[in-house]
T-cell receptor, first 113, second 110 residues
């Protein structure tokens, strides 16, 4: 099993550009989620999903969209990137639907200039 | 919503000593408290967790204690080793509201 796979590992955007961060898991986990990690602020939940077709907002959802068309994939979309979205993004999944016992991906370092 | 505070932000110990990291939470609905370890440049990994109906849990050199009345929980690492050096995050979860602490950078000096 590959676990949780995130792509790309690094990305540089200009303000206003859009992009999609990809996340896939091969563990048949129902729960998937996105976090951003900023220095001194820990991990903050952006969006999460408890199954295909179901998504919900986390602590910091503004500026991000998600969809969950399959159990395996949970992409994160930045519609119009802003410098405040410069961060490290982690995708995570769990076999539980309540966010417990998370398996994290390797992260995406995003810089918005 | 939930608010989690973590202390200290940095901790340096000698190899073989114990390390304690403390977290407090605000939402009495929180019922699950995990700890994640993140080595430099790596992904966070779950090292131990505890539910609200348990006061203490131990796994080899790592233990977590929970005081529901005071709304605080702690990570205890005994006989620290250089490979324990990392950033440790606590979290509190209740009603799908998940909040992480800001992290503690633990350095174990050989």
């Amino acid at each position: 099993n590959a676990g949780v796979t995130q792509t790309p590992k690094f990305q540089v955007l200009k303000t206003g550009q859009s992009m999609t961060l990809q996340c896939a898991q091969d563990m048949n986990h129902e729960y998937m989620s996105w976090y951003r990690q900023d220095p001194g602020m820990g991990l903050r939940l952006i969006h999460y999903s408890v199954g295909a077709g179901i998504t919900d907002q986390g602590e910091v959802p503004n500026g991000y969209n998600v969809s969950r068309s399959t159990t395996e994939d949970f992409p994160l979309r930045l519609l119009s990137a802003a410098p405040s979205q410069t961060s490290v993004y982690f995708c995570a999944s769990s076999y539980r639907t309540d966010g417990e016992k998370l398996f994290f991906g390797s992260g995406t370092q995003l810089s918005v200039l | 919503g939930e608010n989690v505070e973590q202390h200290p932000s940095t901790l340096s110990v000698q190899e073989g000593d114990s390390a304690v990291i403390k977290c407090t939470y605000s939402d009495s609905a929180s019922n699950y408290f995990p700890w994640y370890k993140q080595e430099l440049g790596k992904r966070p990994q779950l090292i131990i967790d505890i539910r609200s109906n348990v006061g203490e849990k131990k796994d080899q050199r790592i233990a977590v204690t929970l005081n529901k009345t005071a709304k605080h929980f702690s990570l205890h690492i005994t006989e620290t080793q250089p490979e324990d050096s990392a950033v440790y995050f606590c979290a509190a979860i209740g009603n799908n509201d998940m909040r992480f602490g800001a992290g503690t950078r633990l350095t174990v000096k050989p």
